[in-house]
């Protein structure tokens, strides 16, 4: 399905398609928040990987047992997907509790779920908002930069403690820096389409693999604002060299 969005007072019409949650704009695609801070180095996901192929090992080689060379083959394949398994499984979990979250802060009051694991996460998510007087302003907005050139859709924004603040829900392993980044670029184009919005905090809402929850505050936003514009030019270069190699390889092919 395709989404219209009109920002700056209708100059700008942006298009999602929520089937590669891909934004375009003048028939052009623009690059997003998520596929620029995707260029950010994640090393912490490779130890995280390795161990995962271990523990699939570990469970299934057994010491004394025999193993021809198809079943060992069959079983070192297995274990290079383990981690998808283990990703896919947790976000069933981190999936449900996010979209809890999100249809409540749209005022839609969702029913408690029977899932302990929910319940409890959930549980947490509540006692936060009640503790810390969250005041929901907006959710789920599509943002523009037309200076630097790219989309994106943040969570929401509230008023919390107080402050005017903004944020994002991640259901991941773990708060990266990367996830900083994503916050910095999202409050980027905002405050450009509206400069009255001064963001005070900047939360990231973490809904953990076994449905843990936690509130993290991005500490130093002007370090991860320069974070995202960094892995902004970076994404920009690899891009040039992509359409430089693609163009290339397409006058090499119309030669012959």
């Known amino acids: ?16 398609n929520t089937f590669n949650h891909a934004y375009n704009y003048n028939g052009k695609s623009i690059p997003s928040v998520t596929g620029i801070t995707g260029t950010i180095a994640k ?5 995280w990987a390795v161990g995962e192929a271990v523990a699939f090992m570990q469970d299934k080689i057994k ?8 079943e060992l083959i069959g079983l ?7 981690h998808t398994k283990s990703k896919d499984k947790s976000a069933d979990i ?3 509790v996010h979209d809890w979250v999100r249809r409540d802060i749209k005022g839609e009051k969702p029913e408690m779920p029977i899932n302990l694991q929910l319940q409890t996460s959930i549980g947490s998510y509540l006692n ?7 005041e929901f302003k907006c959710s789920e907005q599509v943002v523009y930069s037309r200076k630097h050139h790219f989309c994106g ?3 929401f924004n509230a008023i919390v403690d107080g402050e005017f603040s903004l944020s994002d829900m991640k259901t991941s392993s773990g708060v990266y820096d990367e996830t900083f980044a994503q916050l910095a670029g999202y409050e980027l184009a905002r405050t450009e389409e509206f ?19 936690d509130v993290v505050e991005s500490k130093r936003p002007d370090t991860a604002l320069e974070m995202f514009l960094g892995a902004k030019k970076i994404f920009d270069a690899q891009k040039t060299y992509k359409e430089d190699y693609f163009e290339a390889k397409k006058k090499a092919q119309s030669a012959t």
Do not use: C
Request: a positive charge; aromatic letters at 16%; charged letters at 30%.
């Open 128 to 134: 936060w908002k009640k503790e810390h007087k969250v």
């Open 195 to 213: 400069p009255s919005e001064v963001y005070k905090r900047r939360f990231i809402l973490w809904i953990g693999r076994n449905g843990d929850f």
């Open 63 to 70: 010491p004394g047992v025999q193993y021809d060379e198809v």
């Open 43 to 47: 090393p912490q996901l490779i130890g």
């Open 153 to 155: 859709t943040f969570d």
């Open 76 to 82: 070192f394949n297995e274990a290079k997907k383990a």
């Open 1 to 16: 399905m395709i989404y219209k969005n009109l920002l700056y007072n209708g100059e700008v019409e942006i298009l999602f």
């Open 94 to 96: 981190g999936t449900l």
